[in-house]
């Protein structure tokens, strides 16, 4: 499968516990993003990277959020201290570069976290 | 106010018939103007980019109206196998390269 990766799918967790979740993009795909998405609403983006570079995370929903993606090919999503409202789907996706202000992204089957 | 508005539904409809979703977005600025699906606990799929000329890709017809700011997509002879969230989406300039989701519309097409 050449499509975009994410583990785990699933994650059960006690509140308060630090929890990190894993993309693999597309291999020629220098952009990745993360999106997180609750129940009965849309993708909520949260910060992407071009490379290894971070270039927008002011989206991140609180500092208990980073991301990081060390050598511009997988990416790594942390949630510090979780929370019960921070159950939710979160998804990865990648795209290339490309000319313009958009390339289609395409979204990871996401991990399924949940906080007791 | 969101960004970008939907009708939530659900919209239950029987097979072969027309149905029409529509979507408002808020910032002038946008840029790109996209319909997604996503099946019940799947990720989301590009559907078709709009243009504001129209486009059209087989059973499936999409409209941009930059004045109204309104996007809308039309199912011709559903299939049961449209039955789907549709999520109007929207990138602009200002957001770099995010998409802003609208919260879907859930279509239920019925034998």
């Known amino acids: 499968d050449t499509g975009v990766s994410q583990d785990p799918r699933h994650k059960i967790t006690k509140r308060g516990q630090n929890v990190t979740f894993r993309c693999d993009p597309i291999s020629e795909h220098n952009r990745l993003y993360w999106y997180r998405q609750t129940l009965g609403q849309g993708p909520e983006f949260l910060t992407y990277?071009?490379?290894?570079?971070?270039?927008?995370k002011s989206r991140l929903l609180s500092d208990r959020f980073s991301a990081e993606r060390p050598k511009g090919s997988f990416s790594t999503l942390e949630i510090q201290r979780t929370e019960q409202g921070d159950s939710a789907m979160y998804l990865c996706a990648s795209s290339t570069p490309g000319q313009g202000t958009y390339n289609e992204q395409f979204f990871g089957p996401g991990t399924r976290l949940t906080v007791l | 106010r969101k960004e970008v508005e939907q009708d939530p539904g659900p919209f239950n409809v029987p097979e072969g018939a027309t149905v029409a979703f529509n979507c408002t977005y808020s910032?002038?600025?946008?840029?790109?103007f996209f319909w997604y699906r996503q099946d019940c606990r799947k990720e989301p799929k590009l559907l078709m980019s709009v243009y504001s000329s129209g486009n059209e890709d087989g059973r499936f017809t999409a409209q941009l109206n930059r004045a109204s700011q309104y996007i809308s997509l039309l199912i011709r002879d559903s299939k049961l196998s449209d039955s789907a969230t549709y999520l109007c989406?929207?990138?602009?300039?200002?957001?770099?390269?995010?998409?802003?989701f609208g919260k879907g519309t859930s279509l239920l097409v019925t034998p």
């Open positions: 910032n002038s600025a946008s840029q790109s």
């Open positions: 990277f071009q490379n290894e570079a971070q270039l927008e």
């Open positions: 989406v929207v990138n602009n300039a200002n957001s770099g390269y995010a998409l802003n």
